[in-house]
Nanobody, 127 residues
């Protein structure tokens, strides 16, 4: 059973930085995709960044050059990170960690179908 738990959200001013973390237990299959999505108030969910098990990454145009996705795998628990720099008010949203191959709210994004989701962590950027 895959479980995803995000942390690291908060409130910052424009130009500030935050680092989101996701502890992903149960992602024991090979050739996985992990990703970050976000949903702003009153808007639909959008993809932010993905990372493959081989380290390949892909970003939404709106965050390229400002956000960096990375992963770490000590002691058989996969950790996913999203370093967010130069934050803008339009980055305000609830951010979700996601893993592929699950059955829940299946969403295709940049070649991967995500079906496991965390509970989300809120990011607020004030001007």
């Amino acid at each position: 059973q895959v479980q995803l738990v995000e942390s690291g959200g908060g409130s910052v001013q424009t130009g500030g930085s935050l680092r989101l973390s996701c502890a992903a237990s149960g992602v024991t299959y090979s050739n996985y995709c992990m990703g970050w999505f976000r949903q702003a108030p009153g808007k639909g969910r959008e993809g932010v960044a993905i990372i493959h098990s081989d380290g390949g990454t892909s970003y939404a145009d709106s965050v390229k050059g400002r956000f960096t996705i990375s992963q770490d795998n000590p002691k058989n628990t996969l950790y996913l990170y999203l370093q967010m720099n130069s934050l803008k008010p339009e980055d305000t949203a609830k951010y979700y960690c996601a893993a592929d191959r699950g059955p829940y709210d299946r969403t295709w994004y940049r070649g991967c179908t995500f079906g496991y989701w965390g509970q989300g962590t809120r990011v607020t950027v004030s001007s």
